[in-house]
């Protein structure tokens, strides 16, 4: 019979040894992955905090114009924090810094507190921020004179 010819010998499968290696192998994989990953993490809540802000600020803008009335962001770089108007505070994440220049010279140039204005006509007071943590930095540009908010991702420079 053709179609019905076995074959002579032993059925092949894997060896308790050759399972042991693999699993030693798979092993070492995920002890080695979350050092990998936790890098990315930090990157993602960076880049996360760098697009709340720029949400932020479009949304103060935007209630600038409709309600017809100066609106304002703090933003603390000495206390980590920021808000919009009277809304709730929220805190930067650990190991992250933030840095503003604003588009005029402040009155005391160690000031740690900035304050954000977003008037009726659309304009703001304008602004340069920066977060950065670790490698990866983020930069927010206020347009002073027609409120665009733009960000943009570059490397950190501590210099």
């Known amino acids: 019979m053709k179609g019905t010819q076995q074959k002579a010998g032993r059925m092949r ?6 399972m042991m290696v693999v699993l030693v192998i798979a092993g070492l994989l995920f ?9 990315a993490v ?20 935007s209630q600038a114009i409709i309600r017809n009335a100066e609106q304002q962001m703090y ?12 809304n709730r505070v929220l805190h930067l994440p650990e190991g992250v810094t933030m840095t503003v220049q604003p588009a005029t010279a402040p009155d005391d140039p160690a000031q740690q507190q ?25 930069y927010l540009q206020l347009d002073w004179l027609t409120g ?8 950190h420079d501590d210099g």
Not at 31 to 39: D, E, K
Not at 148 to 155: A, D, F, L, Y
């Open 13 to 18: 499968g894997f060896t308790l040894l050759e």
């Open 31 to 39: 002890a080695l992955t979350p050092p990998l990953f936790t890098g």
């Open 42 to 61: 930090s990157g993602t809540r960076l880049k996360g905090l760098a697009r709340d802000l720029v949400t932020m600020m479009r949304e103060t803008r």
């Open 75 to 86: 933003l603390d770089t000495e206390a980590r924090h920021y808000r919009a108007g009277d």
């Open 114 to 138: 900035h304050v954000l204005r977003f008037f009726p006509d659309g304009s703001s007071s304008g602004a340069k921020i920066s977060v950065s943590g670790g490698n990866h930095g983020y």
């Open 148 to 155: 665009r908010v733009t960000i943009s991702e570059g490397p």
